[in-house]
């Protein structure tokens, strides 16, 4: 059986600064010449139509606010458009620039796919001042590809609506808005303000990455408390432990909101508990019951554990090695239930997610859950 071959190498080109009333152009260039040197230099100079494949099935806008932001966006956007080649507007509110600013480049991302093939999306970048921000929007809407579908990642540390008109002028562009929760500074804030904005009956497809992250453990419940596996669980649950770790808070309110999405919980009230972090009080149809998200601060982020306990039965489920998760039922020490749950970066989940093109109808009630939730600590 023969090896897998290797992923392909990634070639990231110069940007090049241009005005911004010519980065169209800019683009077009970028297409007339070869981006790769020929491999012998005695070698004739192959055509730009042999040797580079411009591909596209998406535009990518991208806002972010700092510096770092952009650098670490310029290193996943190759991961990206390797998965998803896309027509890349990144987008920088720099509060280091004079106010009026704005400052273009033009590059492109590649791999090779073969040969000396180039397969190759576009990429711009914006730096504006932050008295220029609302100019960003349209200096993006003659870029974009107008028969292709358009995705928003909001790439901040800052929810989305927060911004305000920002993010407005951005969103009537995009079929698609991406956010990563976890990246929140105030994740009560940023959820409150996010689900007020999608009970807005906004057309747009809503997206968390966080939500993505915690999909293993929305399987592994499910197949845990099936009523084949943990007869009459659904109907008498009444305590629910969600432990995580930094950054990792909006993914255990995710959890807890589909739990309660899924089983008809209704949030009764919450609470800020010394030494507990979080609590809250769900109404269910048989009873109350006790929620409680624990932070812990050691180790990296994401969720821990979830312990569910009902009224002849518990489960625990953690996880068992790095890229596993397991149920161990009633304390038992052996695992009843294993399942993969592998790590993915944050541009592998973004790339995952930019062919969606239809709402998650679950991950919105969910986030509907996690309002109210929100709205009782506040």
């Given at each position: 059986m023969s090896a897998a071959p290797p992923p392909a190498q990634p070639i990231a080109f110069e940007p090049k600064p241009v005005d911004v009333d010519a980065i169209e152009r800019a683009l077009t260039e970028l297409w007339r010449r070869p981006l790769v040197?020929?491999?012998?230099?005695?070698?004739?100079?192959p055509s730009a139509q042999e040797t580079?494949?411009?591909?596209c099935m998406s535009n990518l806008l991208i806002f972010c606010a700092?510096?770092?932001?952009?650098?670490?966006?310029?290193?996943?956007?190759a991961s990206i458009v390797q998965e998803h080649p896309a027509r890349v507007l990144l987008f920088v509110e720099d509060t280091q620039r004079p106010p009026a600013?704005?400052?273009?480049?033009v590059s492109a991302q590649c791999y090779l796919a073969g040969g000396e093939r180039q397969i190759c999306s576009e990429h711009v970048t914006v730096h504006a001042g932050s008295g220029a921000a609302r100019r960003l929007a349209s200096v993006a809407r003659p870029l974009l590809i107008g028969d292709l579908p358009t995705a928003l990642w909001w790439a901040t540390a800052e929810a989305p609506p927060l911004r305000g008109g920002v993010f407005d002028d951005f969103a009537a562009m995009a079929n698609q808005v991406i956010y990563d929760s976890c990246a929140w500074q105030n994740a009560a804030r940023g959820v409150l303000a996010t689900a007020d904005w999608a009970r807005k009956d906004v057309a747009q497809v809503i997206a968390d990455l966080a939500w993505r992250r915690i999909t293993a453990w929305r399987r592994l419940l499910s197949q845990s408390l099936d009523p084949a596996i943990a007869p009459g669980a659904l109907q008498s649950i009444r305590e629910v432990v969600v432990e995580h770790g930094p950054h990792a808070l909006p993914e255990a309110w995710l959890l807890i909101g589909w739990l309660a999405c899924c089983l008809g919980?209704?949030?009764?009230g919450g609470a800020i508990v010394p030494g507990v972090d979080l609590a809250w009080a769900f109404q269910?149809?048989?009873g109350t019951v006790g929620v409680t998200v624990r932070r812990r601060d050691d180790g990296t982020a994401g969720l821990r554990s979830a312990s569910i306990v009902w009224s002849n039965g518990r489960l625990q489920a953690s996880e068992l090695n790095p890229g596993r998760l397991a149920v161990r039922m009633n304390g038992g020490a052996d695992p009843r239930r294993v399942i993969a749950n592998p790590s993915r970066s944050r541009a592998a989940l973004l790339a995952r997610q930019l062919p969606t093109l239809s709402r998650d109808t679950v991950f919105l009630d969910t986030l509907e859950i996690a309002r109210i939730m929100a709205k009782a600590l506040l």
């Open positions: 040197a020929p491999p012998q230099e005695t070698a004739p100079p580079v494949t411009r591909a700092t510096q770092d932001d952009v650098n670490g966006i310029t290193q996943e956007v600013d704005l400052e273009a480049y919980w209704r949030a009764a269910a149809p048989h």
